[in-house]
């Protein structure tokens, strides 16, 4: 085979997103809480962010207007963000900007090591309150693992038996199942134990609390639940070891043919099953519910207009360092030292220019989405219009991927509640009349038809269809086929009341 060697052209597009603009889309797309440990972090990395003492007098935008004075792009302030647009540095200009500083006096290169060096009491006042925050929490829960063997302490038992108590109970799953044989589990051990010893490790595991754990299938589960104080107790065993999937399914009919047992007994004898735990482990692996921090509030001011107001009272009021600043416009300070220093006023120019273009797309979007959604404020979120992001990215004059980030993990406060605002955008489809219909309001209204149906009777898919179009919402059956999925509606068959 030989091989040749040849030169061509190749034209192509490729895009390189700058620093800067990488930096700013990561701002824009952190939740409040991450934005804090990101501006915490920083401030612990970078040497010339400081925290403001006062900010009431601090203007972000003046700490470095001086040191960077001919830049192509304005210096981000708290005081006018309405109308400013994320600019990219592509000229190379930062570098030459520097080299124009004007000279400072020689004593200000002395004090640059001693007393402006960025203090670390404030940072550690927001670390604090972290720590403070953590101490409150309230302690590890108790394992499921941990509250069975507290209860071996009740039983007589010999410490082999222990041993191998233990070892099944180090076996079970998080929902309490034993999912290993009692021959696996024997034989994981050395010295080696007999499977029927590990059965009877099994047998002291189940008298435990909660009922139904160490069981190996949902069967045995709700069988150990039972006692000898259990209503319809002989129909309830023969229920749950022969016909669940019956159960699951609504086939009362087969199991009235299968056990003899009339339709009163049956329905008594599921609605004790119904409140057996199919998990009773749940408990112990609950987690705790996140807590949920707004980014934004929606409000309604005296005059009836809906305002925003944006939650940056978590955030470190954080500015460059004049000292740093002054040092790098000194003509006489170490070329080494002007070398560290640029490229973090930069970063740091660059991070608070970030934090500036967040907060006023945040407030833009906002806005577009409430003269969008006025009803769902007004009257609640059955009432929510159709919205894509591409109508709010028109409006505020971005990408439809900035509004993308811009609610991404975001919650807003309204009078209405705390919602993701994501919760704002959703699809939709027309009326007969040609009026927008959002698909989340015919979700309502299938859920509401299923309520006040007759339950002897229940509406198949088709009948739901029908009704829907009555109701001014035209959809297709495979579109109700999918709802009642996803709203978790059993089918017609399943709905069906058996009770004469």
């Given at each position: 085979m030989r091989l040749e060697h040849?030169?061509?052209?190749?034209?192509?597009?490729?895009?390189?997103?700058?620093?800067?603009?990488?930096?700013?889309?990561?701002?824009l797309q952190l939740p409040i809480l991450a934005l804090e440990e990101k501006l915490?972090?920083?401030?612990?990395?970078?040497?010339?962010?400081?925290?403001?003492?006062?900010?009431?007098?601090?203007?972000?935008?003046?700490?470095?207007?001086?040191?960077?004075?001919?830049?192509?792009?304005?210096?981000?302030?708290?005081?006018?963000?309405?109308?400013k647009t994320l600019v990219i540095d592509t000229k190379g200009q930062a570098e030459a900007d520097f080299e124009r500083l004007d000279g400072m006096p020689e004593e200000w290169k002395e004090s640059l090591y001693d007393d402006h060096r960025p203090s670390r009491n404030a940072v550690e006042e927001f670390s604090d309150r972290k720590h403070n925050a953590m101490q409150n929490m309230v302690s590890r829960p108790l394992s499921l693992e941990d509250y069975l063997i507290d209860q071996l302490s009740f039983f007589d038992i010999s410490k082999d038996e222990r041993r191998l108590v233990n070892l099944v109970i180090a076996n079970l799953d998080d929902g309490g199942y034993l999912k290993s044989s009692a021959e696996e589990i024997a034989n994981s051990i050395d010295p080696p134990s007999t499977p029927d010893q590990i059965r009877q490790a099994i047998t002291t595991v189940q008298r435990l609390d909660p009922p139904g754990v160490c069981a190996r299938d949902l069967a045995e589960c709700l069988l150990l639940q039972l006692t000898s104080e259990t209503p319809n107790l002989e129909a309830v065993k023969a229920l749950i070891t022969n016909h669940l999937e019956n159960i699951r399914h609504n086939r009362i009919p087969a199991i009235q043919k299968t056990t003899g047992l009339d339709l009163n007994q049956i329905k008594e004898a599921i609605e004790v099953i119904r409140k057996l735990n199919p998990k009773p482990a749940a408990i112990f692996n609950s987690e705790s519910i996140p807590y949920v921090v707004p980014d934004i509030e929606i409000f309604?001011?005296?005059?009836?207009?809906?305002?925003?107001?944006l939650a940056d009272e978590l955030l470190p009021n954080v500015q460059i360092n004049q000292t740093y600043v002054a040092e790098c416009k000194n003509r006489a300070t170490d070329k080494k030292v002007k070398e560290f220093l640029r490229p973090k006023i930069q970063s740091a120019q660059w991070l608070l220019e970030a934090i500036e273009q967040r907060r006023s797309t945040l407030k833009k979007v906002t806005q577009a989405i409430i003269q969008r959604q006025l009803s769902f404020l007004e009257l609640g979120p059955e009432h929510i219009e159709p919205l894509k992001m591409l109508q709010i990215a028109e409006v505020v004059g971005v990408d439809v991927s900035?509004?993308?980030?811009?609610?991404?993990?975001?919650?807003?406060?309204?009078?209405r509640g705390v919602f993701p605002l994501k919760r704002f955008f959703g699809g939709g489809t027309q009326s007969a009349t040609g009026e927008d219909i959002a698909w989340e309001k015919i979700r309502r209204k299938l859920l509401e038809i299923v309520g006040a149906e007759d339950k002897s009777?229940?509406?198949?898919?088709?009948?739901?269809?029908?009704?829907?179009?009555?109701?001014?919402?035209?959809?297709?059956?495979?579109?109700?086929?999918?709802?009642?999925?996803?709203?978790?509606?059993p089918s017609s068959r399943e709905r069906k009341d058996w009770t004469p």
């Open positions: 040849s030169m061509g052209l190749r034209m192509g597009h490729e895009l390189h997103l700058a620093p800067r603009m990488i930096q700013s889309m990561e701002i915490l972090q920083e401030l612990q990395e970078n040497p010339v962010l400081e925290l403001a003492q006062d900010s009431e007098n601090v203007n972000p935008g003046d700490e470095w207007n001086d040191a960077l004075p001919d830049h192509d792009f304005e210096p981000t302030t708290s005081k006018d963000t309405s109308d309604k001011s005296e005059d009836g207009d809906y305002l925003v107001r900035t509004i993308s980030r811009a609610v991404d993990d975001k919650w807003v406060q309204t009078p009777n229940p509406l198949s898919d088709e009948d739901l269809v029908n009704k829907l179009q009555e109701e001014g919402y035209p959809v297709a059956r495979r579109t109700i086929t999918k709802y009642r999925k996803i709203l978790n509606i």
